[in-house]
């Protein structure tokens, strides 16, 4: 998956759609912003700051053989760890508990 993103503010969707795939990507380092990661540490993860840099990584990634299991990538993994519905739920337990809890007097 190509993520040539340049612009934009806050957290892309397009980026989580694509880590939920577990498809190699070919990104510019913008396309992970706002999510606390360094994308370089992710092993299906290519990033791109240019448009030689991208043509030079497709054509690379042509040459590779497609990964046979998308589950176990390092993107899908941080997709389920940060942005799938347990992700969310559990997150949302964290800050919920508290309020729900009575008071100790």
Excluded: C, W
Excluded at 22 to 33: C, E, K, N, S
Excluded at 40 to 69: G, H, I, K
Excluded at 77 to 99: I, N, T
């Amino acid at each position: 998956m190509l993520l040539p993103t340049t612009e934009g503010h806050g957290v892309s969707i397009k980026t989580i759609e694509a880590m939920s795939s577990g498809a190699p990507l070919i990104a510019t380092p913008h396309a992970f912003r706002g999510m606390r990661l360094d994308p370089a540490r992710l092993e299906n993860v290519t990033l791109a700051a240019d448009a030689p840099a991208f043509a030079a990584a497709l054509r690379a990634a042509a040459s590779q053989p497609d990964p046979a299991s998308r589950r176990d990538a390092a993107t899908r993994k941080f997709y389920q760890s940060h942005f799938a519905f347990e992700a969310y739920r559990a997150a949302l337990a964290k800050l919920a508990l508290p309020l729900l809890k009575p008071a100790n007097i």
